[in-house]
C-alpha cells in the first residue's frame, strides 16, 4: 500500500465514539437529563462531514446498534436514524464543510432533529407515549455544543494525523 491509500487513526476515531456513548450513560440529575446532546451522532456527524470516503452509513448503523445495547432501547432504533443522518451527512458534506460554524450549527440542528425525529417515529410505531416537547431540546443543545465538539474533534483528527 501507498501512504496515499492507507489510513491512519482508527483507534483515535474509535476512542471517541467510546467516550461519546460514556457521556451518553453519565449519570445526571433527573432535570439535567432532557439537555443532555446525543453525543454519538455529534462524533458521527462529525467523522463523517471529516472522513466521508472512511466513515458512513455502514459505520451509523454499527454504533447505532452499540447505542441501542448500551441505552436498552429498541434494537435498530438509533441504527435506523444513525444511518440515516450519516447518509445525509455524506449527501450534504461539501456543503456543510463551506459553512461558518454557526452556519454548521443549523444544518447539525436539523440533522440531530431527524435522528430524534425517526427515534419518536420508532417509539409512535411501538405505543410508546409522545414525549412533551422537551424531547426536541437536546437536538437544541447539540447543536449550541457543536462548535466545541468540533474544535476538540478536529484538534484530535490533527494532532494523531487521522486520515
Not at 456543503?95 to 460554524?101: D, E, G, M
Amino acid at each position: 500500500m501507498t501512504n496515499l491509500t492507507r489510513h491512519h487513526g482508527g483507534a483515535v476515531i474509535a476512542l471517541t465514539f467510546m467516550v461519546a456513548m460514556m457521556l451518553t450513560i453519565m449519570p445526571l440529575p433527573e432535570t439535567a437529563r432532557v439537555f443532555r446532546p446525543d453525543w454519538t451522532l455529534l462524533v458521527l456527524v462529525y467523522w463523517t462531514l471529516a472522513l466521508p470516503l472512511r466513515i458512513g452509513v455502514g459505520i451509523g448503523w454499527s454504533v447505532g446498534i452499540f447505542q441501542d445495547v448500551l441505552t436498552g432501547s429498541l434494537l435498530g432504533q438509533h441504527a435506523l436514524s444513525y444511518s440515516v443522518v450519516a447518509y445525509l451527512t455524506l449527501k450534504l458534506h461539501q456543503r456543510i464543510r463551506l459553512y461558518p460554524l454557526w452556519q454548521q450549527a443549523l444544518s447539525i440542528l436539523v440533522l440531530l432533529t431527524l435522528g430524534q425525529l425517526l427515534i419518536l417515529w420508532v417509539n409512535g410505531m411501538i405505543g410508546r407515549p409522545i414525549q412533551s416537547w422537551l424531547y426536541w431540546s437536546p437536538s437544541v443543545f447539540g447543536a449550541v455544543a457543536w462548535p466545541v465538539v468540533y474544535v476538540i474533534l478536529r484538534g484530535l483528527r490533527r494532532q494523531f494525523r487521522v486520515t
